[in-house]
């Protein structure tokens, strides 16, 4: 059974961007923004290098709340007014830009909303928060907000990262390792092609050596030599409050991380066609 949301409600000024009906709270202000109009760096890019330009029609709204632990959030949205529908693609580092830049191309191409943390281009945000471990249950109208995007959708929950080169194992500066065993605890490594830091994750309740999930994709990803990491996730586990944690523990959506190092932007978007195409099969 889905996750069901609990008190939420937004404060909404237009009604031309879809945000699913939840409007009027006393929890989140949600303002429209114009695109063109909203100076951010990641977006200044975007204009740059033509990944955005002044034909293309996306709404763009900032939804901003406080939760429970008193942090104070700031999400960028942003939507194919053309296509609302497609999938949710979810950034949660605002210093991994090649992974914005991706998710706005990737809305562009396929419909649907890019989520985006506004945390002044950097990994931590205030307080000392890395967003992607602050899936915990004291904290619920964090989680709640950006799962809201993908709760109104049939697609599966999709997350855009970038990381560092090789593996520190390996003398490297990343964590996130396709080439490896065990690349972390939790997860395992499955190198097909090309560099290991460019891969997919995915995660299951259950181990590789059972989960029909793992067969199912692991067979796909071979063929089309796509690297990745299977995470085994279980409940209090090394993998806690992470968003993938947070997925296969409460909801009965899937999981999927499209991770590439910083700088290939290329390859962030050929992982990211490949994924909607082997999804394109299962809709």
């Known amino acids: 059974m889905k996750f069901l949301l609990a008190f939420f409600f937004f404060t909404l000024n237009s009604q031309a961007q879809d945000l699913f009906g939840l409007e009027h709270s006393s929890f989140h202000t949600v303002r429209r923004t114009l695109i063109h109009q909203i100076e951010d760096p990641d977006l200044d890019l975007e204009w ?6 002044s034909e ?3 709404d763009s709204a900032l939804i901003s709340f406080t939760d429970a632990s008193g942090a104070f959030w700031t999400l960028q949205i ?10 949710t693609f979810f950034v949660p580092h605002d210093n991994e830009n090649d992974a914005f830049l991706t998710g706005l191309s990737a809305i562009k191409t396929y419909g649907g909303h890019l989520i985006s943390l506004d945390c002044a281009e950097q990994r931590i945000c205030a307080g000392g928060i890395d967003p992607n471990r602050h899936f915990l249950p004291n904290y619920p109208l964090f989680s709640e907000t950006i799962m809201a995007f993908y709760f109104a959708k049939d697609y599966p929950v999709i997350t855009l990262h970038n990381n560092h080169d090789s593996h520190w194992s390996l003398g490297g500066s990343g964590a996130i390792y396709a080439d490896l065993k065990t690349p972390y605890r ?18 299951d309740t259950i181990p ?12 796909f990803f071979e063929k089309l030599d796509i690297n990745s990491i ?3 996730v279980m409940p209090g586990g090394e993998l806690g409050g992470h968003m ?9 959506y899937e999981y999927f991380n499209i991770e590439a190092q910083h700088g290939h932007l290329e ?9 909607l195409e082997v999804l394109a099969r299962e809709l």
Do not use: R
């Not at 942003?78 to 999938?87: C, E, H």
């Not at 993938?244 to 009965?252: A, G, I, K, M, R």
């Not at 390859?267 to 994924?275: F, G, N």
């Open 186 to 203: 939790g997860g395992e490594g499955y190198y097909h092609a090309g560099d290991p830091d460019d891969l997919i994750i995915y995660s």
């Open 230 to 232: 299977f995470e085994y």
């Open 267 to 275: 390859e962030q978007i050929d992982l990211t066609e490949v994924l």
């Open 78 to 87: 942003f939507q194919n007014a053309l296509l609302p529908t497609g999938p």
């Open 48 to 53: 740059e290098l033509g990944v955005l330009t």
């Open 244 to 252: 993938s944690t947070y997925v296969v523990l409460n909801t009965d």
């Open 208 to 219: 590789s050596s059972e989960s029909p999930l793992f067969e199912h994709f692991s067979m």
């Open 56 to 58: 293309d029609q996306i």
